[in-house]
């Protein structure tokens, strides 16, 4: 389904207020390893939600803050939805030619095109910081996060990975 048939996705600032309703949508309704590292086991640990508001606090400073990040909750017409966010990867350290995105959708809003439509923003996002590349990390395993980054375009590059787990690929999106 076309995002169109519904609000369009929009991203918005991760204040205290959003990060405690996209903590709750998190935990409610995705899986931990989709949103956060695998700290203190499986599930939503104490651990792991200890990580998405320190994330998401830290994040808040922006791209040339400590964490180099920053992230966006999207929201569909004022529901929260998911997250996106940009990461610095290059080594200068007031300029971008690279970032890295990740995106992470609650299973309830998946398969309607909120995902491309937030690609699509963050896109934008990247450019404007004057970003000319943008990457993302997933794994040959996940078709979902592979269908959306091949249809924006991305080159994909597979490396395997050691002891049978799925092959680590890196997408890469010109924004030029
Ligand atoms: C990956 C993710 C963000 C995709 O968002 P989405 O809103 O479901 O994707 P869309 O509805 O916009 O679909 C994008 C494309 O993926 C395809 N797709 C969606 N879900 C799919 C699935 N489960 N299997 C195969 N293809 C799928 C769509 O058909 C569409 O392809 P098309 O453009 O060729 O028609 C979402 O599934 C998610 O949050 N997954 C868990 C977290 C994750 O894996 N993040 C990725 C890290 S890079």
């Not at 996209?22 to 203190?40: C, H, K, Q």
């Not at 791209?63 to 990867?89: H, N």
Request: with cysteine; net charge neutral.
């Amino acid at each position: 389904m076309s995002p169109s048939a519904e609000a369009a996705p929009a991203l918005v600032d991760v204040t205290e207020e959003v990060l405690e309703q996209l903590l709750g949508l998190a935990v409610r309704d995705a899986d931990a390893d989709e949103v956060t590292p695998p700290l203190g086991g499986a599930g939503w640990t104490p651990e792991r939600i200890s990580w998405f508001r320190e994330y998401h606090r830290a994040a808040a400073a922006g791209l040339d803050g400590p964490a180099r990040q920053r992230s966006w909750a999207i929201s569909c017409g004022g529901t929260l939805a998911g997250a996106v966010r940009l990461q610095r990867t290059g080594r200068s350290p007031m300029t971008y030619p690279s970032l890295e995105t990740g995106i992470w959708l609650a299973r309830g809003f998946r398969g309607r095109g909120i995902g491309t439509e937030a690609l699509r923003l963050v896109k934008a996002q990247a450019a404007a910081y004057g970003a000319t590349l943008l990457e993302a990390q997933t794994t040959a395993g996940n078709a979902a996060a592979l269908a959306l980054l091949r249809s924006a375009g991305a080159e994909l590059g597979f490396e395997a990975a050691p002891s049978g787990a799925a092959p680590a690929v890196t997408a890469r999106l010109p924004l030029r």
